[in-house]
C-alpha cells in the first residue's frame, strides 16, 4: 500500500503563492507517477500536473504553465506543487495522487492511490 498525504493548503490573497507537499510512505517504487488535481466547489476534479519519479519530467494542464511547478525530493519521498500568481479562481481542494509504474496522464482512473486532499483558498 501506498499512503498520500498532502499538506500546505490555506488562504491567500490574489496574487500570492503557496506551495503545497504530499508526503509518500508505504511501498514506493523508483518509477511511480505522481500528480496533482484539484475540485472546485461544483466542479468536477481535473488534472493539474504531474511528474515522474525517477526522471524528473514534468507535465502540466494548460492552464497552469508559467504559474505552477511541480517538483519532488527522492530523499524525502515527497512532491510538491508551487502555485505562483494565485487567482480566485484556483480556490479548490488539491490532491496529490500516484501510480506505481507507467506514463503520466491527465485522467483520474491511471491513478492507484490518492490523498485526502488539501483547501486551498484565493481571495480577491
Known amino acids: 500500500q501506498v499512503q498520500l498525504v498532502e499538506s500546505g493548503g490555506g488562504l491567500v490573497q490574489a496574487g500570492g503563492s503557496l506551495t503545497l507537499s504530499c508526503a509518500v510512505s508505504g511501498r514506493t517504487f523508483s518509477s511511480h507517477l505522481m500528480a496533482w488535481f484539484r475540485q472546485a466547489p461544483g466542479k468536477e476534479r481535473e488534472f493539474v500536473g504531474a511528474i515522474t519519479w525517477s526522471g524528473g519530467n514534468t507535465y502540466y494542464a494548460d492552464f497552469v504553465k508559467g504559474r505552477f511547478t511541480i517538483s519532488r525530493d527522492n530523499a524525502k519521498n515527497t512532491g510538491y506543487l508551487r502555485m505562483n500568481s494565485l487567482k480566485p479562481e484556483d480556490t479548490a481542494v488539491y490532491y496529490c495522487?500516484?501510480?506505481?509504474?507507467?506514463?503520466?496522464?491527465?485522467?483520474?482512473?491511471?491513478?492507484?492511490?490518492w490523498g485526502l486532499g488539501t483547501q486551498v483558498t484565493v481571495s480577491s
Open positions: 495522487a500516484a501510480r506505481l509504474q507507467g506514463p503520466e496522464s491527465p485522467h483520474e482512473y491511471w491513478y492507484e492511490y
